[in-house]
């Protein structure tokens, strides 16, 4: 079975300029996340998508990042325009269901670098 | 915050056992993950705890503390291949569907 992927594995922008990222969670796993872990800090939660639906999009900066899940399938989060504090490695994960052991499955992460 | 705290790096030889603790806060606690990161890669699944005592999975096993906000996650007969970053993350009644992380603790392992 696949697991989480993501793409690209590393964008190196321009302030100002736009990225679109992209997931594709596990087959079947209607909960899709993405975090974000920028250099020597934490893994940040960003926001959670029941299939197409936002469900907790309270960890998202600001109004420049806009994620979808258009179809409920694959996920993209933009950014727009980018900030050099956006820089930082961008996580993907999926789960079947929120209860119990269910644990989330991770993509390997895009790296997002901004100049 | 939720205040998810461990060791930022620590260094063991290769066959020695190593314990990596991770405290939290206890309020709302709904069950702790422990994830091994390699250098660029996923971080894959390792343990979960959500009573407390002891998980034992073949070279690695996590304990949890809920009165405490603690747990450890073991790994015995250590090996190069297990030089690594292991995060520990925890998820709480209130915000269910998320996970709070620590910072990571990076594991070198010696020959």
């Known amino acids: 079975e696949a697991g989480v992927t993501q793409f690209p594995s590393h964008s190196v922008i321009e302030k100002g300029q736009t990225v679109t990222l992209r997931c594709d969670p596990i087959?079947?796993?209607?909960?899709l996340y993405w975090y974000r872990r920028v250099m020597g800090k934490e893994i940040k939660f960003l926001l959670h998508?029941?299939?197409?639906?936002?469900?907790?999009e309270s960890g998202m900066p600001n109004n420049r990042f806009l994620a979808e899940r258009t179809g409920g399938t694959y996920s993209t989060l933009k950014v727009q325009p980018a900030e050099l504090e956006d820089s930082g490695v961008y996580f993907c994960?999926?789960?079947?269901?929120?209860?119990?052991?269910?644990?989330?499955?991770f993509g390997p992460g895009t790296r997002l670098t901004v100049t | 915050g939720q205040n998810i705290d461990q060791p930022t790096e620590m260094t063991a030889t290769e066959g020695a056992i190593v314990q990596i603790n991770c405290t939290y806060q206890?309020?709302?606690?709904?069950?702790l993950f422990w994830y091994q990161q390699h250098a660029g890669e996923a971080p894959t699944f390792l343990s979960y705890?959500?009573?407390?005592g002891l998980e034992e999975k073949g070279r690695f096993s996590s304990f949890l503390s809920r009165s405490k906000g603690y747990s450890y996650l073991l790994l015995k007969e250590l090996q190069m291949k297990d030089s690594a970053s292991y995060l520990c993350?925890?998820?709480?009644?209130?915000?269910?569907?998320?996970?709070?992380f620590g910072s990571g603790t990076k594991l070198n392992v010696k020959p």
């Open positions: 993350a925890v998820r709480y009644l209130y915000n269910f569907n998320k996970f709070y």
């Open positions: 998508f029941v299939k197409e639906s936002k469900q907790d």
């Open positions: 087959s079947g796993h209607d909960n």
């Open positions: 206890t309020s709302g606690f709904n069950g």
């Open positions: 705890n959500v009573l407390d």
């Open positions: 994960a999926s789960s079947q269901d929120l209860q119990g052991a269910d644990e989330q499955y």
